[in-house]
C-alpha cells in the first residue's frame, strides 16, 4: 500500500512538470547566439519572445531595439567623412564594431587598380560572414565612402574633415549593415546558410564594387547565390520602400574633353586658334545628342559640369578642358552616347582648327537591375513588410548610377530605395546637396530591410 501510494505521487508530480514544461514552450521561444561575446547579451544580440526568429513581429520588434546602436554608429562615421579608396579611418572603425560583435570578417578588399587615373591606394573594404559557412549564401552590401563637398548645415556632428561630406548617406548605409550584423549574430543558429556582409569602398565614381568583384568577393567559397543593396531615398517619404524589377539606376560614365589651340593677345583673334570659341560651339552641340541621336523611346543624360582654361581677360589661352557626364538607362544607348560625344567634339574641334582629346573613365557604371523572378517573389514582399503602408512604392528608373550594378550583372539581385523625407524635419534636400540631412528615424527599417532580405533569401 505504501508502495503505491509513493508511486502515485511520483506519476502526479511527473504530471505536474510536464504541464509546466508545455507551457512554458509556448510562452516562450529563446534562441542563444553561437558566441558569448559582451556584444552578444541580451540588450544587444538576443530575442525572446512566442515567435521563432521568422516571425514578422518579433524582427520588426528586434530591429527597432538596435536603433540606438545603429543612429549613434552613424553619427559617428558623420563626424570623419573620408573620399573613395581613402577610407582608412571608416574602415578600421567597421572593423572594430564587427570585432565587438564577435562577427567574422576579413579586411583588404577593394584595391585600387586604377592608381593612375584615382589617387589612393584602397584595400579598405571589409567582407564579413554570419551563419553556418554553407549555401544558401545572401550578400548584403553597403558603400563607406564620402564627396568632396563642404557641409553647410551646421550641427554637432558636422564634418570635421574640411571639404569632405557625406552627402549620399552612406554613412546611414554602413550603419544600417552594421545593425543588420548586430541582429543577424544574435540570430546565428537559428537559420541555414550564410550573409555575407560586404562593405565597399569608392562608389563614387571609383568602382570599388567591381574591385571586389573582381577579387572575388562572389565566388569565394561559400558563393553568394543573392545579393541586396540599399540607398536612402530623399525623393521619396519617410517610412516607405520603393523600388521595381528591371532597371532601377541608370548607366554611367564620365568624360574629360581637352581643347587645343594656339593662344595668344584678345586684342588679336586673327593670329590665334582660339579654343573658347570651339569650347562653346561643342558644347551647344552636345545638347542636342539626346534629342538627335537617341529614339524618342530611349532615356538619356548628356551634362557638361565644369569648365576651366584662361588665366587673364585679355589673354586668349591654349587650351581649355571640360568635364561632364553621360547616362543612359541600358548599355547600347550609353555607348551610342559615348560615341557621339566623341565625333561631336572632334569634328567641331577640327572645323575651329584646334586638336581634342576626349578621356572616359577608367569604368563605365553598368545600369542596376532587379531581377524580375527575385523581385516578385522576394523582394517585393520583404519590401512590403518593411514600410508602413504595408506596400512597396513603385519607382521610376532614376539616371542617377549605382556601383552595385556590378554585382547585380553577376547574381540575381535587388536594390531597393529607402524614403527618408520626414514631414517634420527638412530632409528632402538632394543627394550630393552640401545641406544633404538625414532622417535617422527610417535606419532601423533600413536594418529591418537587411535583416528580413537575409532571412528570406
Keep these: 500500500m505504501l508502495k503505491n501510494t509513493a508511486l502515485c505521487v511520483l506519476l502526479l508530480a511527473l504530471i505536474v512538470l510536464c504541464g509546466a514544461a508545455v507551457k512554458n514552450k509556448k510562452d516562450k521561444t529563446v534562441i542563444k547566439p553561437t558566441s558569448t561575446s559582451a556584444a552578444n547579451t541580451p540588450s544587444s544580440g538576443w530575442f525572446t519572445g512566442p515567435q521563432s526568429p521568422s516571425g514578422d513581429d518579433e524582427i520588426r520588434e528586434i530591429c527597432e531595439n538596435v536603433e540606438d546602436f545603429v543612429v549613434n554608429i552613424r553619427r559617428e562615421l558623420h563626424k570623419f567623412p573620408e573620399l573613395m579608396y581613402k577610407e582608412i579611418k571608416t574602415s578600421a572603425y567597421i572593423q572594430e564594431v564587427l570585432t565587438d560583435l564577435d562577427v567574422q570578417f ?51 556632428i558636422k564634418s570635421q574633415n574640411e571639404g569632405r561630406m557625406h552627402a549620399c548617406g552612406h554613412d546611414g548605409h554602413t550603419a544600417m549593415l552594421l545593425g543588420a550584423a548586430k541582429v543577424l549574430k544574435g540570430m546565428e543558429g537559428s537559420f541555414e546558410g550564410t550573409v555575407k556582409l560586404m562593405f565597399q569602398p569608392a562608389e563614387e565614381g571609383g568602382a570599388g564594387g567591381k574591385r571586389m568583384v573582381e577579387e572575388g568577393v562572389l565566388l569565394d567559397s561559400p558563393k553568394v547565390d543573392l545579393a541586396f543593396g540599399i540607398h536612402l531615398w530623399p525623393a521619396l517619404p519617410s517610412g516607405t520602400v520603393g523600388g521595381k524589377p528591371g532597371v532601377v539606376l541608370a548607366a554611367c560614365d564620365r568624360f574629360e574633353i581637352l581643347i587645343s589651340g594656339v593662344g595668344g593677345h584678345a586684342a588679336m583673334p586673327h593670329l590665334v586658334v582660339d579654343p573658347v570659341v570651339a569650347q562653346a560651339s561643342i558644347i551647344s552641340s552636345l545638347q542636342t545628342i539626346v534629342s538627335r541621336k537617341l529614339s524618342p523611346l530611349e532615356s538619356g543624360v548628356v551634362s557638361v559640369t565644369k569648365i576651366e582654361g584662361g588665366s587673364a581677360f585679355n589673354v586668349i589661352p591654349g587650351a581649355v578642358t571640360m568635364w561632364g557626364t553621360v547616362r543612359s538607362l541600358t548599355d547600347e544607348a550609353l555607348r551610342k552616347l559615348m560615341g557621339s560625344v566623341e565625333d561631336i567634339t572632334k569634328g567641331i574641334a577640327e572645323t575651329h582648327g584646334c586638336n581634342a582629346t576626349v578621356r572616359w573613365s577608367p569604368d563605365y557604371y553598368p545600369p542596376t537591375v532587379n531581377d524580375d523572378e527575385l523581385w516578385f517573389n522576394l523582394g517585393e514582399k520583404v519590401a512590403s513588410k518593411v514600410a508602413d503602408s504595408g506596400a512597396i512604392t513603385p519607382t521610376n528608373p532614376t539616371m542617377g548610377a549605382e556601383d552595385f550594378g556590378f554585382i547585380a550583372q553577376s547574381v540575381p539581385s535587388n536594390f531597393y530605395l529607402l524614403g527618408q523625407s520626414s514631414s517634420t524635419v527638412k530632409t528632402d534636400w538632394n543627394l550630393h546637396h552640401p545641406k544633404f540631412t538625414m532622417d535617422e528615424t527610417v535606419l532601423k527599417r533600413g536594418v529591418e530591410l537587411h535583416v528580413r532580405s537575409a532571412l528570406d533569401g
Excluded: C, F, M
Excluded at 585600387?112 to 552590401?141: E, F
Excluded at 565612402?145 to 554637432?156: K, R
Design 106 to 156: 576579413s579586411p583588404g578588399w577593394g584595391l585600387n587598380t586604377k592608381t593612375d587615373r584615382i589617387t589612393g591606394h584602397g584595400g579598405t573594404g571589409i567582407v564579413a560572414q554570419i551563419g553556418t559557412g554553407s549555401s544558401p549564401v545572401v550578400l548584403l552590401r553597403a558603400d563607406i565612402d564620402a564627396l568632396p563637398i563642404t557641409e553647410e548645415i551646421a550641427s554637432n
